[in-house]
């Protein structure tokens, strides 16, 4: 993903932005966060686990800070194997945490 989409509330119009850094794979299914800085003048996209366009799961966590556009992987240490890869759903409870749920269809 070294190029993303953003969509310009201001113009009505979607952009292509490049991005930089720890590049995470394509992916599906996977859900994302959106954390503000306290002054707003920056965000913290956070994107946890999902799957590739062959089905295989993927159990990792990327944050894109924006407006810089750089990817940072995130360590998951002491994270149990299976859970939460692929249909989840994320919801931020507070400003230092992210729940997620396995969607079960």
């Known amino acids: 993903m070294d190029e993303i989409w953003v969509y310009d509330i201001a113009s009505l119009k979607w952009m292509k932005q490049a991005t930089t850094g720890d590049t995470p794979s394509v992916r599906t299914r996977s ?55 692929g249909d989840t759903i994320c919801t931020l409870t507070r400003r230092d945490r992210m729940n997620s749920a396995l969607a079960i269809l």
């Not at 944050?63 to 002491?78: E, G, M, Q, T």
Request: proline content about 7%; aromatic content about 14%.
């Open 31 to 85: 859900c994302s966060v959106l954390v503000p800085a306290p002054d707003l003048s920056s965000y913290q996209l956070y994107m946890f686990s999902g799957a590739t366009r062959g089905d295989v799961r993927i159990l990792d966590m990327y944050v894109l800070s924006i407006p810089a556009f750089v990817w940072r992987k995130i360590d998951l240490v002491n994270y149990p194997d299976g859970w939460g890869i």
